[in-house]
């Protein structure tokens, strides 16, 4: 089957750097997506990595291992309207967006 | 990005009732769109992915004929909850797959959402 893999819950503090992972399982790999979402609203896009290595945008930063079936997203210089949930999806070889469950990050004073 | 817009944002209705939910990409053609729901405190859920000109794709275990899906047009697609049910409110929200340069890059940018409160 099809899995892919986060932390439930995450806990940083302002100003600090926090890397949520993301592990992955899938029928084919055509790309692995970073979403942002905030509590009520619909997900956000952030990044996409279909080759391996970091990329880079700001104060976010995502990385991929495609032969580990890994990534993971770096948030850097946290701010409290960093507070959300970071969803990982990986799109398989059917061009189908598969879902992690998402990492609630809890950002702290 | 491209711009993705949803209607209602809100809706209470009385159980039994149809409701309709609109999902449109605003600055492009969206040939493919997606309807999830969301409970709370739980990760997306996809529902259909809706074709423009063709049936709707419904996934393992939602009913075709209680969620309707029309996409008449390329920047359109509808979702119709009929005869609404309390366990069937829950956050519904629609995406539009854009393709990047030269079709290499797809992603999917998301509508608001509409929340759905069924009494």
């Known amino acids: 089957g099809q899995n892919i893999d986060q932390p439930t819950e995450m806990t940083a503090t302002e100003g600090a750097i926090v890397q949520i992972n993301c592990t992955y399982q899938t029928s084919g790999f055509n790309g692995l997506f970073w979403y942002q979402q905030h509590a009520g609203e619909a997900p956000t896009f952030l990044s996409y990595?279909?080759l391996d290595g970091l990329e880079e945008k700001g104060r976010f930063s995502s990385f991929l291992s495609r032969s580990k079936g890994y990534s993971y997203l770096l948030l850097k210089e946290l701010q409290m309207k960093d507070s959300a949930s970071y969803l990982c999806a990986v799109m398989d070889s059917n061009y189908q967006l598969i879902w992690g469950a998402g990492t609630k990050l809890i950002i702290k004073p | 990005g491209a711009v993705v817009s949803q209607h209602p944002s809100w809706v209470i209705c009385k159980s039994g009732t149809s409701v309709k939910i609109e999902c449109r990409s605003l600055?492009?053609?969206?040939?493919?769109m997606f309807w999830y729901r969301q409970f709370p405190k739980q990760s997306l859920m996809l529902m259909a992915t809706s074709n423009e000109g063709s049936k709707a794709t419904y996934e393992q275990g939602v009913e075709k004929d209680k969620f309707l899906i029309n996409h008449a047009s390329l920047t359109l697609s509808t979702l119709t909850v009929t005869s609404a049910h309390p366990e069937d409110s829950s956050f519904y929200i629609c995406s539009a797959r854009v393709f990047g340069l030269a079709g290499f890059q797809e992603t999917q940018y998301f509508g608001p959402g509409t929340r759905l409160l069924v009494l």
């Open positions: 600055d492009f053609q969206a040939t493919t």
């Open positions: 990595n279909v």
